[in-house]
């Protein structure tokens, strides 16, 4: 099988461990959720362009038109996003409510004041 | 009517959600709550009896029919679970109003109630969906208002607990999202009954098994089993003390019947067992599960944290049951969802108690206060009885069927491993036991009263159940039995 034939994957995995990376690596907690976006979005990708069929179209009932792509991931993925979002807002409140009592959104720090508490 | 209930038991609290917010004032919210909760076990327990004597409820969302709609599918196997969270959602809470008004204030409450209620939502709809992409809905549902509820504790390491549990139970959701595509990609399904007759047909592929990979390590992250278990000390030790009682019952268990599910219906006992070999990456990660974190158990000094760490030990049992990969194993891994459920919601709900009164579960603030809250530290020291297995409690049944299995297949190290993780469940209840009843009690606890009624009642409910179905075991060990046979059957 052709290797760059199979573009679409090779971006779902870059960006997949770009943003798990990112994860792990960053002390910064915005950062972090920023991270956990993109690890999210690479799924997106993957699903959309499993869809997709060569020389396919929208999926309109018309006449002339008989490939069409697979709609079905598409209207999942819209689903997913919707959960993505929440989980971004719900990860940024978090971090904002993490602010006003530890006056820092980094991970060390935090860890320090806890420490520093017992 | 009758025929809606399926999927009456999902969106009955899921409309009552928004109803808690709308209503502002505390009281009038939890009794809303409390009333949804009893109608649920209602309707779970007809369920579970329809099920019981005509067999697999199929219901199809919208009249769409499987596998192109959203089906809903009740067996033995689910009906079962949907019967454990809705008894333990009625009775945590009936138990909720009095701890809740103690640890978050007024004007949270109806909010925290709202998140309550989506997170009961949540785990219904993951148990009772047949349909691959509804779990991962379901279980988004279910685990942020998890994070939300979290967040409300009282200290402030409950918001850091809460973002870390964020992260990695969005990591595992996300790898659960994964397996579920990938699936899809082989096979164009999503409906499980559907998948479970395609896949055998590609399961030889890369594809397939990195699937079942990607699922494993998702669900593991949601079951809590070790090395994947980092967020839930933390969320248990530092949640408001009714949402770690819900938890410690529910969550890990709903996410351990999807794995089931997924092991046994969706993929098969011959491409989970047969050509993955899941059973030899189980089996020592439940091994290690059991030594390590029963032993960290023991060193903790905040009784919430150490009946987390147990919860980790007591989720090693289960899998341990299911890395057997025998019928009798598989039933007492069932069986223990169902006892670990009463015996640690029974126990949190005693810590809840404490912590009303005590106002901390720090280990050297319970000095002495079983003379000040006796019946409290007895449903403590019954519950604890019952977790380390002694015989008329249910940790015994499970117990049992779980050495059975192990000597089914003469694996007698598998069986001193479990009558020695017991002996360190002894020593880890009983330092608390030590604690409260033969230190003498401070300056600070001499003017503590016994527990109110009100969340004496639903405690001794919970403990009480773990020992009535721990002398008549018959409902629970054959409705797991039936669920083994379901399961192992390919649920079709």
Redesign the interface.
Known sequence: MDLLGLYNYWIVILLMMAG?YI?ISCGN?VK?IIG?NI??TS?FI??IS?GKVSGGTAPILAEGITRFSNPL?HV?IL??IV?GV??TS??LA??V??HE??NTVNEDE?HQQ?EDAE | MINHLPILQVVIPLLVAPLCVLFRSPRLVWSIAALTCWIILVIAGVLLHEVLSNGVISYEIGGWAAPWGIEYRLDEANTLVLLIVSGIAAVVTSYARLSVEHEIAEDTIPLFYSAWMLCITGLLGITATGDA?NV??FL?ISS?ST??MI?MGKD??A??A??QY??MG??G??FI??GI?LM??MTGTLNMADLAQRLPAVSDTRTIRAAAAFLTVGLSLKIALLPLHLWLPNAYAYAPSAATALLAATATKVALYVALRFMFTVQGVDFTFGQMRLDLILLPLSVVALLAMSMVAIFQTNVKRLLAYSSVAQIGYMTLGISMASATGLTGSILHIFNHALMKGGLFLALGAIMYRVGSVELDKLAGIAKRMPWTMAAFVAGGLSLIGVPTSVGFISKWYLILAALEKGWWPVVMLIVFTSLLAVIYIWRVIEVAYFHAATDENSGIKEAPLSLLLPTWLLIGASYYFGIDSSLSTSTAKLAVLRLWGGGL
């Open positions: 798990f994860v907690l972090k956990l690890f999210q799924v993957l699903f499993m991931p999942l689903t997913a959960v929440a989980t719900l990860g978090i971090v409510r993490i009592t530890y935090i806890d | 992409f991962f809905v988004e942020l994070y939300a967040a402030r390491r918001l850091t809460s973002f964020l992260v969005t990591i959701a996300t999202l994964i595509g899809y990609m």
